[in-house]
């Protein structure tokens, strides 16, 4: 890989670095190297056909590609095409299933009563108060002070304890500014009105988007490896951890990550929906993923299925996940932010390098927003 002369060098093939290569290549018509430390390009949206199912699964965890913007929806979908799937998430609770986010239906089945949506604000008013709580101090007293204890104790805090390994009144008021929830029967996970899943998976989109006579890509291959062998008028776009850029000088970022357990089971639908939440502290797991659902349109075999257990923990460098948005973790990245605005030739960004969870659509966005800055640089 010649480095020296390349002008602009990629770190991360995610979403983020992958959408910057593809409009230099296509837009500005220049040459763009691509790193990737991992072996596979699309970083934590890469999905693989499961070895002994033949299912499509995504290796770090359900996506599900949601937007509200045509403008997103126009760009991927050349790239993709998507099938109609639009999510919903059940949640296991004492063995019955209740839908999620609350919703009137949720309500309903679980005081079994029968209120209309115009009776809901007085109803859980009544739950509210009788906690009192007027000024939240923590994670626990917010929930309840937004939906009543018993809603929260059945569907939020065992979830919320496994989650975050700690209980919630240790947990700041500030991760939780509000609880998604419906006072109708509408099951949908997310609003936005575009949804679905790439019909031939997310690595298919990514290898469409890298495949250009002027993207050379390389795996296998750190940044902190090759780094002294970048010529000085590079400008790197690099999406991975800040805190590592700058040799965690200030300390390090914490961040949340998930284990996966793949279980084969031999009966054709284990759950009859993608994923099922477990909000009891009782199961060791919080979700149960079933990646069949993704794919209603697919053949796929009758007699077995893949189901994934998630386990959340502390990460240790290898899969950063989640940021955790305390106090502490929110001066660090201040500190950080600062360091790079001192930079000319670095651009740090996408959800490693802002230390924030974005949602694919909005990890495009920035992507296209950053591209704009580098198009206007290069014509200065
Ligand atoms: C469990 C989970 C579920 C999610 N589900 C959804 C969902 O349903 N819908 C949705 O819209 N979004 C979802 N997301 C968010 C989605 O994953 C992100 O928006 C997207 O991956 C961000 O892209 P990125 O390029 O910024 O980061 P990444 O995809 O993480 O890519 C960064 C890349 O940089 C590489 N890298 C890091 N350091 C180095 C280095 N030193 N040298 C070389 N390469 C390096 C990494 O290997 C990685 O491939 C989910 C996220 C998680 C964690």
């Not at 709580?133 to 929930?143: G, Q, R, S, V, Y």
């Not at 000088?249 to 084969?264: A, N, V």
Request: charged content about 30%; hydrophobic content about 35%.
């Amino acid at each position: 890989m010649e480095l020296k002369s390349t002008r602009f060098l990629v770190v991360g093939a995610g979403f983020f670095g992958s959408v910057i290569a593809e409009r230099i290549a296509n837009d500005l018509k220049e040459h763009v190297v691509v790193i990737d430390k991992r072996n596979h390009i699309g970083g934590n949206c890469y999905a693989e056909i499961h070895p002994e199912t033949g299912i499509i699964y995504h290796k770090y965890g359900t996506h599900i590609f949601h937007t509200p913007s045509k403008i997103i929806w126009d760009y991927i979908n050349r790239f993709a095409g998507f099938n109609g799937y639009r999510h919903q998430v059940l949640n296991t609770y004492k063995e019955k299933v209740y839908q999620m986010p609350i919703n009137l239906e949720t309500i309903n089945a679980f005081y079994n009563i029968n209120l209309k949506p115009f009776e809901v604000d007085a109803f859980l008013s009544k739950e509210i108060q009788k906690e009192n709580i007027t000024h939240p101090a923590n994670f626990e007293e917010k929930a309840i002070s937004l939906i009543g204890r018993p809603l929260y104790e059945a569907f939020i805090k065992g979830y919320t304890k496994k989650q975050w390994q700690k209980d919630p009144k240790e947990l700041p008021v500030s991760i939780l500014s509000r609880l998604p929830f419906r006072k109708n029967y509408d099951e949908s996970y997310y609003f936005s009105r575009w949804q679905g899943i790439p019909i031939n998976d997310y690595t298919e989109v990514f290898k469409k988007m890298l495949d250009h006579p002027k993207i050379e890509v390389h795996l296998n291959t750190d940044f902190f490896e090759i780094r002294d062998r970048i010529g000085k008028d590079t400008l790197i776009i690099y999406s991975g951890p800040i805190d590592q850029f700058f040799d965690y000088k200030f300390g390090k970022l914490e961040w949340r990550t998930l284990d996966f357990l793949e279980k084969i089971i031999p009966v054709e639908d284990y759950q009859g929906t993608s994923v099922m939440n477990y909000g009891e502290e009782s199961v060791p797991y919080t979700r149960i993923h079933e990646p069949r659902h993704l794919h209603p349109e697919k053949d796929y075999p009758k007699d077995k299925t893949l189901i994934i257990e998630e386990y959340p923990r502390p990460d240790d460098g290898t899969n950063p996940f989640y940021p955790v948005n305390d106090a502490k973790n929110q001066s660090l990245i201040l500190k950080y932010r600062e360091e790079v605005n001192r930079m000319d030739n670095v651009m740090i960004s996408g959800r490693l390098g802002n230390y924030k969870y974005y949602d694919m659509t909005d990890t495009i966005d920035i992507a296209l927003k950053t591209y704009d800055t580098i198009k206007t640089r290069y014509h200065a």
